[in-house]
């Protein structure tokens, strides 16, 4: 069996396993959580197998040292790798603070990024590595910036659930901060979908797409129609968040997660990653860069990025440690160094040019 | 530090650089700005900016808001005075923070933990009392073995009318964020002592030539600096990149003119590099690059010291100096080029020729008479069967030969990447081994004496990280006393880091000592 055959099964587990994690939450019966962490771990081991394969896979065609055919240098396989290191993560928070809420959240992010690598046409093809990246840096430089990537994410919703549970009135700042942010990743979530949808149906090519086709079919559209129309559903659907944000405030109660708990996991997390980051992103790259490149730092999008999500997690430490912030603000600040994080991650992949042009699409 | 009211000016500017608050604005500028630096490409050319900008704010505000950034120095921002002196202010700030807090800090890891005062179990974050029957000597023998059971290596001391267990780990992990920050200005001097004291630099090496010349970045040269970097140029390229003998051509002291030559951008090396070869090689027959790389020789007073192949992660150094794999480029003249073919006759003659284009040769144990007439470094043939070069790597190399065999001539197209094109009408073999010198190799070429510096503060960095973040000072008192004929035991303990999972250690080994109490 090759690695798409585990892939496929996992996508699958991560998705039943939300349905089971919701309908935990709803029922609180016992033997619904133990199934949906059950079928969880079957989804992990199915993911793992997955990537040892490919993993495997990648050897036999590239004839590289095995430390150099480790499957996380493109975007497929880093968002894949991304899934892994969220659901480990997931996992460790589940068993040491015995609850299982978190996994109604986490769950659905993962099945539907592996769906959204599926549908949206990306390429899975093992490529074989340009020469700049045939280094063993390769292996600790991603893996590290990605293990930490998985615990910023991981502060980032705990972060949130903390704001959307301690807001009371919709005319405070960090209601109206939490309530804007969701609505952007939704739509702009949103807007994405629509554009590969639309690409599915013209058959174009992914890197074409982003490049040139980025939300054409919304936002930028051809029509003015349609881009007008747009901009109205992204203001009602930010409305409708706004509005109704306190649905969202009952379904996080019913987790039995107290407000600290929340705030706790957030500060852990960030000072679990923030080392991991320091040392395997922006160290060891710099070494890589040096190496490769003659430069340990030339202030290139996706350094000048990392940059950035490196003062902003440093700004929370600061705070939270030395200044003693607590609360509506940490959080927001928390939140922003996830913002940071996906574009380091994304955004300067698909948006800005550098050398780091190797994670794209095509 | 001293409070009074009247501080003077010094006073206020050490207060100010030592504030938190400070290193939160710092942070947040840097930051931001940086933002602006990843929008805007940095040292391009004006009109790819302009064009950025027009696609945020539109066309009719694009040349107003250029010259704006501009002038701000957004278009080299990294370089820009403002930009450094952020920087500045972020390693002062980090540098009086560390002095002003250290001496409270050290005082704190330098004296071991002393038995607690009673009145001060109060003010102790984590505190438990319990009493227990029996007498103090049996409860004093449960308290110490419960904390052995649970790992504590315990001092004793007695004080009148008590008697006192404590424990410490981890003193030393409060210097973790001082070495943290000690780090990241080592870092920040190995980057100043590397813009100063170094150099980056390029060098364009065709194959098979040496030079011992760097190129540099030069902020504008006026004319005649353009003209003086003219002659000093020829007079380098005469002498094959040597300094020495450019000197001497020039009838200039070698000083003088390794003076003028870095002003003017030229970096002498202080020995020469030769390159002998550069290849690229593919994945399999795709276009896919695998790897690049150029066979170098340094040549120091005039003899061949060092030779190595250099690939992209794989640099050469000598006296200092880096030479990287960067980039690489097609010669524009192909009259020097040398063509190597490895002919085999049908009767087995088999030998190595080096030819030129138009030079007319004989291929060996045979009467066939050959001439390079055209060359490709990336031949293909369009539907229509006709030649043309679809790249200008050397994705797959060809060359054109006329043949002439007793008054019949044709031509034909010898692929080095084919061997079905290397077999003529009548058998022979005349396979294409390499073009050589049509290809030059680019490489980066840097000293950076800081680099040891900037690594060793990554090193004590990631050390501080670690003890900084996964590891604590904890502390623990358990104080025993007789009270009303029963036994009171106090426990107080603290830890700066991860205090819940100590207080659960704590509430395991109270819950021990009150089983091991009754």
């Known amino acids: 069996m090759d690695s798409s055959v585990f892939f496929g099964i996992s996508t699958v587990a991560y998705i039943l396993a939300m349905i089971t994690y919701i309908t935990y939450i709803a029922f609180k019966k016992h033997g619904v959580g133990v199934a949906a962490t059950t079928i969880t771990i079957t989804g992990f081991v199915c993911q793992t197998l997955a990537i040892l394969l490919r993993w495997k896979e990648f050897y036999d065609i590239s004839q590289m040292g095995i430390l150099r055919s480790v499957p996380i240098t493109n975007l497929y396989e880093s968002l894949i790798f991304f899934v892994w290191c969220l659901i480990l993560g997931y996992l460790v928070v589940e068993f040491k603070y015995k609850n299982r809420s978190f996994g109604a959240f986490v769950t659905p992010v993962a099945g539907l990024a592996l769906a959204f690598i599926d549908i949206s046409g990306m390429s899975k093809e093992i490529q074989p590595l340009v020469p700049a990246l045939q280094s063993n840096w390769l292996l600790v430089h991603v893996i590290m910036s990605f293990i930490s990537y998985a615990t910023f994410a991981l502060s980032f919703s705990t972060a949130m659930m903390y704001l959307i549970v301690t807001t009371e009135r919709k005319t405070e700042a960090s209601y109206i901060f939490w309530s804007v942010m969701l609505g952007i990743f939704v739509i702009v979530l949103g807007a994405l979908g629509l554009d590969f949808l639309k690409f599915k149906v013209a058959g174009m090519k992914p890197e074409a797409l982003i490049k040139s086709y980025l939300f054409k079919a919304t936002f930028f559209s051809d029509s003015s129609i349609v881009s007008i129309l747009s901009y109205i559903a992204a203001f009602v659907l930010l409305f409708v968040i706004w509005r109704y944000g306190y649905i969202l405030k009952r379904i996080i109660e019913t987790f039995n997660i107290s407000a600290s708990t929340l705030d706790e996991i957030t500060y852990k997390s960030i000072a679990i990653g923030f080392p991991i980051f320091t040392l395997g992103g922006l160290i060891f790259g710099a070494i890589w860069a040096d190496q490769a490149w003659g430069v340990y730092w030339s202030w290139d999008p996706k350094e000048t990025w990392s940059l950035i999500t490196w003062f902003v997690y440093a700004f929370y430490l600061h705070a939270r440690l030395l200044r003693g912030w607590r609360g509506h603000k940490i959080s927001v600040v928390a939140v922003l160094g996830f913002v940071a994080v996906i574009f380091t991650y994304l955004g300067v992949n698909l948006l800005l040019s550098g050398l780091h042009a190797y994670g794209g699409l095509e | ?518």
């Not at chain 2, 940086?34 to 490409?41: A, D, H, P, Y």
């Not at chain 2, 073009?435 to 680019?442: D, L, R, S, V």
């Not at chain 2, 590891?471 to 358990?478: E, T």
């Open chain 2, 1 to 518: 530090m001293a409070k009074s009211k009247d501080k003077n000016i010094i006073d206020r500017i050490w207060d100010f650089l030592a504030s938190v608050k400070l290193a939160i604005i710092v942070f947040s500028l840097i930051a931001l700005t940086s933002i602006i630096g990843t929008i805007l490409e940095q040292q391009a050319s004006p009109e790819k900016n302009i064009q950025v900008i027009s696609k945020l704010f539109g066309e009719s505000l694009a040349p107003t808001l250029y010259r704006i950034f501009d002038a701000l120095g957004f278009m080299d921002m990294y370089h820009s005075w403002w930009f450094v002196t952020l920087l500045m202010l972020f390693a002062a700030n980090l540098l009086v923070c560390s002095i002003d807090r250290f001496p409270s800090i050290w005082k704190l890891v330098k004296e071991p933990i002393k038995p607690l005062k009673e009145e001060h179990f109060k003010a102790i974050p984590i505190k438990r009392e319990i009493t227990l029957k029996g007498k103090t000597e049996k409860v004093k023998e449960t308290v110490g073995s419960v904390l052995r059971s649970e790992g504590f290596k315990y001092s004793e001391a007695s004080d009148p009318g008590g008697h006192q267990f404590y424990w410490e780990k981890g003193r030393y992990s409060r210097l973790g964020v001082y070495i943290t920050h000690f780090s990241i200005l080592v870092i920040l001097v190995g980057a100043l002592i590397g813009i100063f004291f170094g150099f980056k630099g390029f060098l364009n090496l065709p194959e098979g030539e040496s030079f011992g010349v760097a190129f540099t970045k030069t902020g504008e040269l006026t004319p005649a600096e353009i003209s003086e970097r003219r002659i000093i140029f020829n007079a380098l390229e005469i002498s094959g990149g040597d300094v020495s003998m450019a000197a001497r051509k020039l009838g200039v002291e070698e000083s003088h003119l390794t003076a003028r030559m870095k002003k003017l951008g030229m970096m002498p090396l202080g020995f020469s590099i030769r390159c002998d070869d550069f290849d690229v090689s593919f994945y399999g027959r795709s276009d896919m690059p695998k790897e690049y790389s150029s066979l170098l020789t340094v040549i120091d007073n005039g003899k061949e010291v060092l030779k190595k192949r250099i690939e992209v992660n794989d640099p050469l150094r000598y006296k200092g100096i880096t030479f990287y794999q960067s980039s690489y480029g097609i010669m524009p003249d192909s009259s020097s080029f040398l063509f190597i073919f490895r002919t085999t006759s049908k009767t087995g003659v088999s030998e190595t020729l080096r030819v030129r284009q138009g030079e007319k040769f004989l291929i060996p144990g045979t009467n066939i008479e050959a001439t390079v007439t055209d060359w490709s470094p990336a031949l293909s043939f369009d539907k229509d069967g006709r030649a043309f070069t679809y790249s200008e790597m050397m994705n797959n190399p060809g060359a054109q030969l006329e043949i002439n065999e007793n008054g019949k001539t044709y031509k034909k197209w010898i692929l080095e990447r084919y061997p079905v094109t290397w077999r003529l009408q009548n058998g022979h073999i005349v396979e294409l081994v390499d073009i050589w010198g049509a290809q030059y190799t680019g490489l980066q070429v840097r000293r950076d004496p800081g680099v040891w510096i900037v690594y060793l503060g990554c090193a004590t960095m990631s050390v501080g990280l670690f003890i900084a973040f996964f590891m604590s000072h904890r502390r623990l008192w358990v104080r025993v006393t007789t009270e009303k004929g029963n036994t009171k035991v106090m426990v107080a303990a603290s830890a700066n880091k991860n205090r819940e999972a100590f207080e659960r250690k704590i509430d395991k080994m109270v819950a021990l000592l009150k089983e091991g109490g009754k």
